[in-house]
């Protein structure tokens, strides 16, 4: 698959987000079937693979990555991320975000850093991360300190290369100071804008920018009609049974453009996102593998300005229902 570089590390332009792979996100699923997942989406060359310790109970997201990449590691990219787990018994600061997540609490201060990344190379069963994110700034806690850190870790080799996910332009030009950081993680899809003072900074540092839902949580793939049970969108405003109709209905223009092109609105939502900036990946979910190998192979195809045109054109009279919130 074509490569693009985050820093001075090479990851394929696709890759993919294990988190659809834990119970109480997306609904259905079980371990067989999310390792055959992971399995489909090495094969398809997504082989840059996103987890964290706060996907499952008990760090049930990078076991199952840990399990799946055994055999196969120097194939792989293993990114994960901390922060988000904190241990038993240390306290945190809660906050909202909202979406299905509701309510956060974070502890990045920097004598947790290393018990966190020895519990995600124990859960991984890996000797070295390849790229490790501090999942949410701690608002208690300088970012300097959370860095400084981490930074010791790939001091000792326990990690390769830092990442920050969830921050602003301010926080990422904070944290480069101390260690260069070769990836920003946030969200971003046709359905939500990046924030443009973070692309400019990680443009103008030289830091790769890693697209969270780049699928907009299924949404842009056009096949989200409703939602089963334990679905964490029930907590989404924009996926309430009315809004969700009403989205569905003011994205036709874009879904029919895919459909022009001969290709899927999933693809198109990711070969937009590709041709945004050079070093902006997406990292989509799923724990289906003709969707894995649908979504690999937008790694694959090129847009011709006018219809990047077309398709900003067609965004711009997007308006979701359901407000902004995360
Ligand atoms: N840093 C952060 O704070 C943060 C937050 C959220 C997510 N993330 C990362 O981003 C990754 C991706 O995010 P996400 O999983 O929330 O959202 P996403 O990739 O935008 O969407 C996932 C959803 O899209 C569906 N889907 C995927 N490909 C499809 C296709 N070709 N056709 C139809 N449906 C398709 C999946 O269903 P099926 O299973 O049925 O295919 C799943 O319901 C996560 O795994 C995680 O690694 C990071």
């Known amino acids: 698959m074509r490569t693009r570089e985050l820093g001075n590390l090479k990851v394929p332009a696709i890759g993919f987000g294990a988190m659809v792979l834990s119970p109480g996100m997306y609904g259905e699923i079980d371990d067989d079937r999310a390792e055959r997942a992971i399995n489909t989406a090495l094969d398809a060359g997504a082989t840059h693979v996103d987890t964290s310790d706060a996907y499952g109970a008990g760090g049930h997201n990078e076991r199952l990555v840990g399990r799946a990449v055994k055999g196969r590691r120097q194939e792989v990219v293993v990114a994960t991320k901390f922060g988000l787990a904190v241990p038993e018994g240390e306290d945190s600061r809660t906050f909202p975000v909202g979406f299905a997540f509701g309510e956060l609490r974070v502890n990045g201060e920097s004598r947790l850093v290393r018990r966190y990344a020895e519990r995600s190379l124990a859960n991984l069963g890996i000797d070295v991360i ?66 443009a003072g973070l692309l400019a900074a990680a443009r103008e540092l030289g830091v790769g920018v890693v697209a969270w839902s780049p699928l907009g ?61 050079e070093h902006v990946v997406a990292i989509p979910g799923s724990r289906t593998p003709a969707h894995i190998e649908e979504n690999a192979a937008a790694a694959g195809l090129t847009l011709h ?5 077309r398709i900003d054109r067609a965004l711009a009279a997007f308006e979701a229902a359901g407000g902004t919130l995360l």
């Open 305 to 309: 300005p006018d219809t990047l045109a």
């Open 130 to 195: 390849d790229l490790y994110y501090l999942h949410y700034p701690d608002p208690a806690v300088p970012i300097e300190e959370t860095v400084g850190a981490m930074a010791e870790l790939v001091g000792d080799g326990l990690v390769r290369n830092l990442g920050l996910s969830n921050v602003t332009a301010e926080q990422l030009r904070r944290a480069h100071a101390v260690h260069p950081i070769a990836a920003v993680q946030n969200e971003w899809s046709m359905w939500r804008p990046v924030d």
């Open 217 to 277: 949580s299924g949404f842009l793939t056009g096949t989200v009609g409703g939602l089963g049970e334990g679905d964490f969108r029930h907590n989404a405003p924009r996926f309430s049974a009315e809004n969700l109709a009403v989205n569905n209905d003011r994205y036709a223009p874009v879904r029919d453009l895919a459909v022009d092109l001969g290709i899927t609105p999933a693809q198109l939502a990711l070969v937009w996102l590709l041709h945004q900036d």
